[in-house]
């Protein structure tokens, strides 16, 4: 059941598992729509279920990945591709390696690029060249990052370099072996890159990301909380679990 905040619907699903599976269940209605757009996904723990539904819809024959481009979202860096931590990685085990893409349309940001300006400048230009992204995958990080657009005086434009807070190395060490390990900085698309897309899809799942949802939602637009900007994009649908949803049903009375 979808409610609405301002533009944004919303979907409160009952854990984790029914997330993901609302959540394929809306990227596989959109591919089915526009079956040769550009589609951005996301990385983190947060879509893992979804993917393993895309690639079980996929498996099944109800999803077809032929026409479809896809970019990711961001990349750390300093990092190789072949490391088991590096966004390219993680997309190749959890869905590039299992269903129909076409493997050159698919775009990812070089975790080893030596220019990195001209890298970001022409990951843009791709993008404009495909048409823009059709649907955006999101997560949500605890300080509100989206991508890697950390809190900051200003919302970022185009895909960029940037530096990570102390709060994301902390939040992401869990990954790598030790947290002296997780990269300083990362490859990231935009503030005004992720508001140019057509659609955009972000799934949050946990009581930690109960709080920073109902900033999100409820609270002002402001760069210190860059997923805020959201509430000015016309097509946003957020999927939650109950527990990230707890903030928001407390403020909204919801059910």
Known sequence: MFQKIGNIKICIEKD???MSLRAADIFADCVAQNSNGAYGFATGSTPVGMYKALVEKYKNGKLDFSQITTFNLDEYYPIKGDH???YRY??????FNHVNLDKSKIN??????????LECKAYDHKIGIAGGITLQILGIGTNGHIGFNEPNDYFSG?????DLTENTINDNARFFESRAQVPCQALSMGIGSIMSAKEILL????ANKSKII??????????????SILQFHQHVT?????PAAEDIRLMLGYQ
């Open 16 to 18: 984790y598992e029914a």
């Open 84 to 86: 088991d931590q590096s």
């Open 90 to 95: 993680f997309m190749e085990q959890n869905l």
């Open 108 to 117: 990812l940001l070089n975790g080893q690029a030596e220019d990195t300006i």
């Open 158 to 162: 185009k895909t960029g370099i940037v």
């Open 203 to 206: 799934l949050a799942a946990g």
């Open 214 to 227: 109902a900033d999100m939602l409820l609270g002002r637009v402001m760069p210190q909380v860059p997923a």
């Open 238 to 242: 957020v999927v939650l679990d109950t």
